[in-house]
């Protein structure tokens, strides 16, 4: 679970405390909030990597007629992104980790007028650090699926699935549920709404 502190920083369920204000956490870790290539340090070995993916985007209200006007039929929620953290070791300075960052699943379209279904939302997308020049096995996240739109009739749909965590062994540990923070929401009302939306990943790198 990720708790936005304010002023860049966010503390995790497992108690530690990053700031996200830059693309530097601290003297020796390092933010991603999009795709990139992490350099092994000098004198470095091994690592800690933390991964998370993007949330899904609710689904869009839909309406159902009830006595002389409509009554909004709420979007399911997207699904939770996935979180994974490992020690990765056995490195070499020099060469390079390839990092993949998931984007936040956009929110349903609601429906304005009418009795019709909303759309649905969109998926978060995958989080990940694989091989660059150096050789790694690969560990990812995958995002929360999309929300399914509010239908014609009263019953809210079921909410998506949450992501997964893929790829992490012991030392290390995944969590595949976080926080309310890290899915859409549904809305109920008309058109786009920011907190539709699911939640962007990242990935940090503490060494």
């Known amino acids: 679970m990720a708790t936005s502190l304010g002023n860049g920083l966010i503390t995790f369920g497992d108690n ?3 700031n996200t204000a830059s693309s530097y956490v601290g003297p020796r870790a390092q933010y991603f909030s999009a795709n990139g290539t992490f350099t092994i340090p000098t004198g470095i070995t091994s690592l800690k990597a933390r991964v998370v993916s993007g949330g899904g985007g609710a689904g869009g209200n ?4 009830s006595g002389c006007g409509y009554i ?3 979007g399911g929620y997207g699904g939770y992104g996935a979180q994974g953290i490992q020690w990765i070791t056995g490195l070499t300075p020099g060469l390079t980790l390839t990092i993949v960052v998931g984007t936040a699943g ?3 379209l609601g429906v304005q007028s009418g009795r019709n279904p909303g759309s649905p939302g969109n998926a978060g997308t995958t989080s990940s650090i694989s091989s660059g020049t150096q050789s790694i096995s690969t560990i990812q996240c995958t995002g929360g699926g999309a929300g399914a739109a ?6 809210q749909p079921a909410a998506a699935a949450n992501g997964t ?3 992490f062994t012991t030392p ?3 969590l595949t549920n976080l926080s309310v923070d890290d899915r859409g929401l549904g809305q ?3 058109g786009y709404y920011p907190n539709n939306s699911g939640t962007a990943g990242y990935v940090i790198i503490e060494y």
């Not at 839909?62 to 007629?65: A, K, L, S, T, W």
């Not at 509010?150 to 019953?155: A, E, V």
């Open 172 to 174: 290390g540990y995944s």
């Open 16 to 18: 530690s405390t990053q």
């Open 188 to 190: 109920a009302g008309t």
């Open 106 to 108: 956009a929110g349903g």
């Open 150 to 155: 509010g239908g014609t009739s009263p019953s």
């Open 72 to 74: 909004d039929v709420i």
């Open 62 to 65: 839909g309406r159902y007629p």
């Open 165 to 167: 965590a893929t790829g």
